[in-house]
């Protein structure tokens, strides 16, 4: 596609529920982030996928947490057993190496 | 310390005047830079990246980057209530080889 694509747009889930948020890449793009952010805060990095690399989950805020990418492309972020506190705007971004970042439009999750 | 470091703002400028946004890192051996910029609700969009030290201009904005001090601003012409906005510094750090941001500057550009 054209640009870095997140589905769904809009999520709001049962507190204790697991919810999946999907992103898809630029193609060709060998890089792909996944970033946290709060009402009126900052990005807060979760995770780094780069080519075949081990991905670095140094910003996985708890073991709640986890994310795949399948073939080098199509990335899934895992949320299980949610709480109020994970209710944010989930950004994905992809790039080429260390060229620059483009994001997706977000998936903004409730969590109730 | 923070790997990349802002000053929150908020920072207001009169229309046409120059609006500067400053940012500073903390690894020495980082290699790219980049400036975002964000509307509320909106997800970030790019609007410079700079490499090498010394300056780049695209239209109004310039970027400016000083390696040995760790810093890299971003400088924006003529501002207008359009550029009314938060502005998020990126950097890719050497030996991570992922991109940390800033916690942004909240720019308003007042009519």
């Known amino acids: 596609g054209a640009g870095v694509s997140q589905s769904p747009s809009n999520k709001v889930t049962e507190k204790g529920k697991d919810v999946e948020l999907r992103c898809d890449p630029i193609?060709?793009?060998?890089?792909l982030y996944w970033y946290r952010q709060s009402l009126g805060q900052g990005l807060e990095f979760l995770i780094y996928?780069?080519?075949?690399?081990?991905?670095?989950k140094s910003g996985l805020p708890s073991d709640r947490f986890s994310a795949e990418r399948t073939g080098g492309s199509v990335s899934t972020l895992t949320i299980q057993r949610t709480q109020q506190e994970d209710s944010a705007v989930y950004l994905c971004?992809?790039?080429?190496?260390?060229?620059?970042?483009?994001f997706g439009q977000g998936t903004r999750l409730t969590v109730v | 310390q923070k790997e990349v470091e802002q000053n929150s703002g908020p920072l207001s400028v009169p229309e046409g005047a120059i609006a500067s946004l400053n940012c500073t890192y903390s690894?020495?051996?980082?290699?790219?830079f980049f400036w975002y910029r964000q509307y509320s609700g909106k997800s970030p969009e790019l609007i410079m990246f700079?490499?090498?030290?010394g300056d780049k201009e695209d239209g109004r904005f310039t970027a400016q980057l000083n390696k040995a001090s760790q810093y890299v601003s971003l400088l924006i012409r003529d501002s207008q209530p359009s550029d009314s906005a938060t502005y998020l510094c990126?950097?890719?750090?050497?030996?991570?080889?992922?991109?940390?941001f800033g916690a942004g500057t909240r720019l308003t550009v007042k009519p």
């Open positions: 690894d020495r051996g980082s290699q790219s």
């Open positions: 700079i490499y090498s030290n």
């Open positions: 990126a950097v890719n750090m050497v030996g991570d080889n992922d991109m940390r």
């Open positions: 193609s060709g793009h060998t890089a």
């Open positions: 971004a992809s790039s080429l190496a260390w060229g620059p970042a483009f």
């Open positions: 996928f780069q080519g075949n690399s081990a991905p670095d």
